[in-house]
Each structure stands twice: as structure tokens, then as C-alpha cells.
């Protein structure tokens, strides 16, 4: 049997910095449990443009179209802030998702018990909470025609179309009924059904996905009220569904209900392929932190938890998954913090490399 395959591309500022950290649990699996990977790892945004003066190589697009998962540390920078938009170090980065058909964008809002005082809601509304939001990604009002800028009469109109198609609302509410099988089978459906078609449609063919999932319990919230229940008592979702702008907003939303940007894991999911594994471009939601880059600050708990989250949906190495996430819970638990998690007074910040130390002495 081969071994499973991983590109992971590190990116600039911080991103070579956390994606160290996970090169080391990734060794830890080999060398303690005898899970080995082929790692193979290449370059992307400004890094890739000032190596080949684009930010994808031709070459690491296609190797990203082999490998069964893609890991992601950061892009972006602010050398790179006045290159033309074409090269854009955020271009590579949407081109792998474009490329890749990523139409599912599973982000995670998960709160240790350690940093439940870290929340700007009280302790008792999220301790223990464990949400998973899956975002449209590819398609809806951030890409539907017609937009742009109008003149119209004597004045300008500015004009985003929301589209989608019965087979991109089916294949995310797949992606979404398939999670909940392997959770808590329950989904919520959120739209607009109320004033927009688009949510009529999205609403009808949800319905008629879950047919094919009776296991799981699907409700369907207007997503302005979901917005509303996401603060007012996050613990009743489990896992929720929705369009590419209301994901937009509802997954900053939840993801702050639980602390630092320095925490949160994602996943971008595609099409199965041969295989049978969808896929796959695992990234930490933060971007390269410039202002404390190469000064071993940064909290590489997100990137690790990115990897976690490989293990479980690329590699369905749950268990695994499960060893890290439980890892992380118990460095927390010990009040070991980077300086983004500092709270009170008196507590010395650790370097991301003690960070990572203590992450694999749980591990053991
Ligand atoms: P950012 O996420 O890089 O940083 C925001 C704030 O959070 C900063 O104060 C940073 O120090 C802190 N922070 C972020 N990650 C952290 C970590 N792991 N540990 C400790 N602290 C952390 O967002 P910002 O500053 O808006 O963007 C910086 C650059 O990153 C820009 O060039 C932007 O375009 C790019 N970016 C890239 C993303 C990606 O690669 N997916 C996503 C967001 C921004
Ligand atoms: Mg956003």
C-alpha cells in the first residue's frame, strides 16, 4: 500500500513558522505510530512570485491536483502589496481553490475549555461548544452575473447577482449531510428564503438531499436569525450549511465565539476523486501576520489543528485526529500559551517552538 500523499506549501510570514511545528507532529506519526506520509512540499504566493515571478507555479498547481491533500500555512505580505493584482500573492491561493473545484469550506468553532474566559460571551454559552459551519465556496453572489458598475439614468448602479444551480446547491448540501453522519446528525440549513428565490431553490433542494441522509435531523433558519441564535446560544447547532456570503459572515461570526485567529483550523473540500477521498486544501483561517513574523510569536495551533483535520476527512484517521485535537486541549489545560492567548496578567508567553514541544510531549 502506498503511503498517503501531502503537499504543503508554507507560504510567507508565519506561514513556515507554524507549518514547522506540523512537519514535526507529522514526523511524530511516523516515527511513534509507523503512519507515514509523502511529504512533498513546494511554494506559494509572494515567496512563489519572487522564485518564478508568479504566485502558483504551473508545476505545483498540478502537483496539487495529484497529491490526496493539500496543506496551506499563509500568503501575503506587504513587500507584495503594490505588485499588479494578476500576481497578487492572494491569486495563487485562489487559484488552487478554483482549480481544485473547492465548493466546500468546513470551518470549525470549537472552544477548549481552557480559553472559555477568552470569549466575549459568557463562559457557560460556549464552553464545550463544538460547531461546524460549511460555507458555498465557488459560487453565489460573490461570482453571479451580471456585476459590476452601471450607469443608469443620470446616476451609477452597482449590481452582485446571487446565482445558484441545483447541482452546486446539491453537492455542498452533500458535503454538509455527510459531516453531520459523522457528528452529531443535525443540520441547519441557513437562507433567505423569505425575500431572495435563490433561497427558495437552496431550500427545496437541501430538503430533498436529506431524503437520501433520514439519520440526520435537518432543520432551516433565515440566516438573519441564525446570526442571532449563533450568539444568543451557539450550543444548539451542530452542523450548519449555507451560501457563500451568509458562510461569509456567519463563520467570522462563530469563529470569534471562541477566541484567537491563532486557534482556528479550515478545510476546503471538492469532488471525490479516484480514490474515493474528496479534494482537499487544508489551511489555518489566519493569514501571515506580518507584524510578528520571524520572531517566533506565532501561535501554530490553527495550522496543527489544520492538519487534524487532514487526518480526519482526507486520510479518515479519526482517531489520529482525535490524539492531536486531545494534544492541544491538554497543553491548553496546562495554561501553556503564545502570547495571542494571553489573558492574565503574570503568564510568560512561550515561543511557537514551545508551543509545538508541548503539543508532542502530549503526544507521547
Ligand atoms: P492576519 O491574520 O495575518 O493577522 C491579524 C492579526 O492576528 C495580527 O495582529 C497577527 O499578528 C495576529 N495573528 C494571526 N495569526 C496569528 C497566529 N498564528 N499567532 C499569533 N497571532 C496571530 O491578518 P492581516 O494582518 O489582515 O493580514 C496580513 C497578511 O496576510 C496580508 O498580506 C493578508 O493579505 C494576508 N492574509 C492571508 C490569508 C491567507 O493566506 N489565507 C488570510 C488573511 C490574510
Ligand atoms: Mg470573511
New binding site residues.
Given amino acids: 500500500m502506498t503511503n498517503p500523499s501531502l503537499l504543503i506549501l508554507p507560504?510567507d510570514?508565519?506561514g513556515p513558522e507554524?507549518m514547522a511545528e506540523v512537519r514535526r507532529v507529522i514526523d511524530w506519526f511516523g516515527a511513534k505510530r509507523g503512519i507515514n506520509f509523502d511529504v512533498s512540499e513546494d511554494l506559494v504566493?509572494g515567496c512563489a512570485y519572487d522564485m518564478h515571478g508568479v504566485p502558483l507555479h504551473d508545476d505545483t498547481m498540478a502537483k496539487a491536483q495529484e497529491v490526496d491533500a493539500v496543506l496551506l500555512g499563509?500568503?501575503?505580505?506587504?513587500q507584495?502589496d503594490n505588485l499588479d493584482f494578476s500576481v497578487k500573492?492572494?491569486r495563487g491561493?485562489l487559484r488552487l481553490r478554483k482549480e481544485m473545484d473547492l465548493y466546500a469550506n468546513l470551518r470549525p468553532a470549537q472552544c477548549f475549555d481552557a480559553l472559555a474566559d477568552f470569549s466575549s460571551l459568557k463562559k457557560d454559552v460556549v464552553a464545550g461548544l463544538d460547531i461546524m459551519i460549511v460555507r458555498e465556496l465557488t459560487s453565489g453572489v460573490y461570482f453571479g452575473e451580471p456585476r459590476g458598475i452601471f450607469e443608469e439614468g443620470n446616476e451609477r448602479v452597482g449590481i452582485n447577482t446571487q446565482r445558484y444551480t441545483e447541482s452546486e446547491i446539491d453537492r455542498v448540501a452533500r458535503s454538509a449531510f455527510e459531516l453531520a453522519m459523522r457528528r452529531g446528525k443535525k443540520l441547519c440549513s441557513m437562507e433567505k428564503a423569505n425575500v431572495m428565490e435563490s433561497g427558495v431553490l437552496w431550500r427545496e433542494v437541501v430538503t430533498r438531499v436529506g431524503a437520501d441522509y433520514p439519520e440526520v435531523e435537518l432543520s432551516h433558519m433565515y440566516a438573519d436569525a441564525g446570526a442571532m441564535q449563533l450568539t444568543r446560544w451557539p450550543k444548539q447547532f451542530d452542523v450548519i450549511v449555507t451560501d457563500n456570503l451568509f458562510g461569509d459572515l456567519l463563520s467570522d461570526l462563530a469563529a470569534m465565539l471562541t477566541g484567537?485567529?491563532?486557534m482556528l483550523p479550515s478545510a476546503s473540500l471538492g469532488a471525490p476523486m479516484a480514490n474515493g477521498r474528496p479534494k482537499a486544501l487544508y489551511?489555518?483561517v489566519?493569514?501571515?501576520?506580518?507584524?510578528?513574523a520571524g520572531q517566533g510569536?506565532?501561535?501554530?495551533i490553527?495550522c496543527i489543528l489544520s492538519f487534524a483535520m487532514a487526518l480526519r476527512y482526507s486520510f479518515d484517521m479519526g482517531d489520529e485526529a482525535t490524539r492531536v485535537e486531545q494534544a492541544v486541549e491538554a497543553v491548553l489545560a496546562d495554561g501553556v500559551r503564545?502570547?495571542?492567548l494571553l489573558g492574565q496578567e503574570g503568564v510568560q508567553p512561550v515561543s511557537t517552538t514551545q508551543m509545538g514541544d508541548a503539543v508532542l510531549a502530549k503526544l507521547d
Fill in positions: 507560504g510570514g508565519i507554524v504566493g499563509a500568503v501575503g505580505g506587504p507584495y500573492p492572494e491561493l484567537s485567529l491563532g489551511e489555518p489566519h493569514g501571515s501576520a506580518p507584524d510578528i510569536k506565532a501561535n501554530p490553527a503564545t502570547a495571542d
